[in-house]
Structures are given as structure tokens and as C-alpha cells.
């Protein structure tokens, strides 16, 4: 099991900016893909992005495609979301997943564990 805690989030402005962080620890970070994902009020939780361990592979929902991307430091066992050009419809709670092995996975059942999420709210 790894324990996960996510940070960054927070107030903007449509068109700004935000970089989400999720620090990973128990077990061997890199032993795990680490995906995001989030939910906004009434809809169910959806994929947002995913990295594999090495963090050479990366899979995008299409809505954030071309300006959200993710990364990862496996010294520093954290994972990041890095999120520009933010529209109203980005709001919601982002949450950090760990699923333990490979691949990029984008579906909740995949996943292993999970943080308690962090607030974004872009306002227009």
C-alpha cells in the first residue's frame, strides 16, 4: 500500500494556471503508474492522466489534451499535474491514484490506492 497526499490546488482565473502535487510513501514509488483523476459536484469521478513507472508513457483524457501534462520524480516519489489554459469546466476535486504495475490505465478500478483530493475552482 502507498500512502498519498495531494497539493496545489486551489482559486484561478479562466486562462491561468495550476500545478497539482501528490507525494507518494510507503512502498516503492516506482513500482507503481500513478494516474489523476477528478470529480466535480454531481458527475462521477473521471480520468484525467496517467504516467507509467518510468514515466516515459503518458495517456490524456481528451478534454485536457494539449494543456494539462504529468510528470513525475521518482527520487522525490511525487507525482504532478501540471495544468495550464484552465476553463470553468476544469473545476473540480483532483485526486492521485496508484495502481501498483505497469501500463497507464485510465479506469477508477484499475487504481490501488488513493489521496483525498485537492479542490481546483477556475472561475470565469
Known amino acids: 500500500q502507498v500512502q498519498l497526499v495531494e497539493s496545489g490546488g486551489g482559486l484561478v482565473q479562466a486562462g491561468g494556471s495550476l500545478r497539482l502535487s501528490c507525494a507518494a510513501s510507503?512502498?516503492?514509488?516506482?513500482?507503481?503508474?500513478m494516474g489523476w483523476f477528478r470529480q466535480a459536484p454531481g458527475k462521477e469521478r473521471e480520468f484525467v492522466a496517467a504516467?507509467?513507472?518510468?514515466?516515459?508513457?503518458?495517456n490524456y483524457a481528451d478534454s485536457v489534451k494539449g494543456r494539462f501534462t504529468i510528470s513525475r520524480d521518482n527520487v522525490r516519489n511525487t507525482v504532478f499535474l501540471q495544468m495550464n489554459s484552465l476553463k470553468p469546466e476544469d473545476t473540480a476535486v483532483y485526486y492521485c491514484?496508484?495502481?501498483?504495475?505497469?501500463?497507464?490505465?485510465?479506469?477508477?478500478?484499475?487504481?490501488?490506492?488513493w489521496g483525498q483530493g485537492t479542490q481546483v475552482t477556475v472561475s470565469s
Open positions: 491514484a496508484a495502481k501498483d504495475g505497469g501500463g497507464t490505465p485510465t479506469g477508477t478500478d484499475d487504481y490501488d490506492d
Open positions: 510507503g512502498r516503492t514509488f516506482s513500482s507503481y503508474a
Open positions: 504516467i507509467s513507472r518510468s514515466g516515459i508513457f503518458k
